[in-house]
């Protein structure tokens, strides 16, 4: 599986981006897929998660209510909607997968195989 990250850029606080994650393969739309960010000197950290099947989501309590994930499985793309945009959103967001289809992931970075190239989000105050 291989991921594509893109939609970042620079938006001011309270603003909106949509970051999109292209994956090839025939069988990308029964990988799981995560979405993580960095922050310059922090550790990379969970953002949101969506199953491959029936779509359930699950979100960090930092994002909870402002961002939402979802899947075209038709177009072999996730997307990651960020809505009221803080200063402190201000990171490099990546997806990823996990190793093998079906297989949930959730919130452990370490279960995360493939990972897209990043793309930088910053919001200004």
């Known amino acids: 599986v291989q991921l594509q990250a893109s939609g970042g850029g620079l938006v001011q606080a309270g603003g909106s981006l949509r970051l999109s994650c292209a994956g090839s393969g025939r069988t990308f739309s029964m990988y799981a897929m995560g979405w993580f960010r960095q922050a310059p000197g922090k550790e990379r950290e969970f953002v949101a998660a969506?199953?491959?099947?029936?779509?359930?989501?699950d979100y960090a309590d930092s994002v909870k209510g402002r961002f939402t994930i979802s899947r075209d499985n038709a177009k072999n793309t996730v997307h990651l909607q960020l809505s009221s945009l803080k200063p402190e959103d201000t990171a490099v967001y990546y997806c990823?997968?996990?190793?093998?289809?079906?297989?949930?992931?959730?919130?452990?970075?370490?279960?995360?195989?493939?990972w897209g190239q990043g793309t930088q989000v910053t919001v200004s105050s």
């Open positions: 969506i199953t491959w099947s029936d779509s359930s989501t």
């Open positions: 990823a997968a996990p190793g093998r289809p079906i297989y949930y992931s959730g919130r452990s970075i370490r279960e995360y195989d493939y």
